[in-house]
């Protein structure tokens, strides 16, 4: 962990260019990271909701299906971007040396990013939909926190075995 903090300025560099890189590429941009979350939750409320019949017990079954969508995108993006990091990034770990840790961790920031506009989106769907939030509101730092935990680690792992 302390080789981690010495690096600290790459892993901020790293972290900065992939955000860059992410968002400037395409060409669709941030209108694409707030119309995929609204169209999976969309296409899975309709389906778990009128076909599968599921009950979601009294909660709005869009603002249900979205909220669960949050995590798996978080846990998804997490998982995908850090276990390809080192094979983009082989030209740099052929030349210089650095913690090899420090890559899967600068993929963080952009998922974290997407991660935020989902929630802003979350937010605004459930003022739109009359959705009042409960007291468990305040243990999702917590589940965050432990959702990019795992998935970094898969992450990593598979990362490895790349």
């Given at each position: 962990m302390g080789e981690i903090w010495h690096f600290r300025d790459l892993l901020w560099a790293l972290s900065s260019r992939d955000i860059k890189v992410r968002y400037k590429q395409t060409a669709l941009g941030v209108i694409w990271v707030v119309l995929q979350p609204l169209l999976a939750a969309g296409i899975l409320s309709f389906v778990f909701q009128r076909i599968a019949k599921l009950d979601t017990e009294g909660v709005n079954a869009f603002v249900f299906t979205f909220a669960g969508q949050l995590g798996?995108?978080?846990?998804?993006?997490?998982?995908?971007?850090?276990?390809?990091?080192?094979?983009?990034?082989?030209?740099?770990?052929?030349?210089?040396?650095?913690?090899r840790l420090i890559?899967?961790?600068?993929?963080?920031?952009?998922?974290?990013?997407?991660?935020?506009?989902?929630?802003?989106?979350?937010?605004?769907?459930?003022?739109?939909?009359?959705?009042?939030?409960?007291?468990?509101?305040?243990?999702?730092?917590?589940?965050i926190a432990l959702i990019l935990m795992v998935s970094l680690g898969v992450g990593v792992w598979a990362a490895a075995l790349t």
């Open positions: 798996w995108q978080l846990c998804n993006n997490t998982v995908t971007r850090a276990s390809a990091c080192l094979i983009g990034n082989s030209n740099l770990i052929s030349k210089v040396y650095f913690p890559l899967p961790i600068s993929t963080l920031g952009s998922v974290l990013i997407d991660f935020a506009v989902a929630a802003v989106i979350m937010i605004i769907v459930m003022a739109i939909l009359g959705v009042a939030p409960t007291a468990a509101l305040l243990t999702v730092p917590i589940w």
